[in-house]
């Protein structure tokens, strides 16, 4: 492998959730025998604590200052939680290698344990993602959801200081992989929570003219079986053109021994009061058949009306900057 005589540089967030991955991506390549050191960058979503995702108005909350510094060269290749990743790349850059998932469900978080079936009428509940808000209402419309931002720590904090709360909703792999996972009252069946498209894998990004780095990463960190299924996962996305502003869910899966996949997805109105959903099955044998299969359920959804929940979701949500 003709990678250069240097000690890699990795981007990454500084919260612990992104050292820990940043740490898992270094083991492999150490193991390996390349050496790489993290280098930690501030992002928007980073910068904007306070605010909720959805009132930001970038579809590169946690990205975008991570590719200038990829761009301009001051990293080698980036560590991201993949459902942070837009589904349009800045030119130049490219998904490398995508990791071995976790568990892609949610997980609901109290005080002590707790179910979603126990949960009171009019029980408080907190989250950061618009996707999870809009199916918790739907099945409980008298749930009232509140914004929590902050890294899996602060969120847990807050969950401690607010006696009102019957507890707060985050992704199980963050738990999992931060050694939290005793918090964790129920993980969420998909049926309930359709996960977020690409939730509990990991995105290893680089410059696409980078050949060595790309060679390297792919040789040593890609998962082919995970790659397969995000691919279905990120083209539904793409397909309906969707982000953090819009809440839309996908999860695909290995079905028996044949090579199927099965996805489903879903399009949710912001306030829970219309879902639209769909199943695709079909034999899927590379990324790109993964992702003429995500394209195939979102033209489903969008025949049955999910243009028009998104219309509405976008007209409610802010601009880009």
Partial sequence: MS?????????TRGSALARWQTGRIRSLLAAAGFSAEPVEIK???DLTPEVPLSRIGSRALFTKQIDDALLAGRIDLAVHSLKDLPTRLPDGIVIGAVGEREDPRDALVGRTS???????????????????????????PDLQIVDIRGNVDTRLAKLAA???W????????????LGAENR????????????????????????????????????????????????????????LEGGCQVPIAAYAERQGA????????RVIAPDGRTLIE?????????????????????DELLEQGAGDILVQARASAPADP
């Fill in 3 to 11: 990678l250069p005589n240097r000690q890699l540089r990795i981007g």
């Fill in 43 to 45: 992002t928007t979503g």
């Fill in 114 to 140: 707790i179910s979603w079936q126990e949960l009171p009428r009019g029980a408080v509940l907190a989250t950061s993602s618009l996707r999870r808000r809009a199916q918790m209402l739907y099945h409980r």
């Fill in 162 to 164: 607010n006696a009102d």
């Fill in 166 to 177: 019957s507890g707060i909703v985050l992704a199980t792999a963050g738990l999992v992989r």
């Fill in 184 to 239: 964790i009252g129920e993980r969420l069946s998909p049926d309930l929570l359709l996960p977020a498209p690409g939730q509990g894998a990991l995105a290893i990004t680089a410059r696409a003219d980078d050949e060595p780095i790309l060679e390297l990463v792919r040789s040593v960190l890609h998962n082919p079986e995970t790659a397969l299924t995000i691919s279905a996962e990120r083209a539904f996305l793409a397909g």
């Fill in 258 to 265: 044949g090579g199927d996949m099965l996805l489903h997805g």
């Fill in 278 to 298: 769909g199943r695709q099955r079909r034999t899927v044998t590379s990324e790109a058949g993964a992702g003429e299969l995500g394209l195939m359920l979102a």
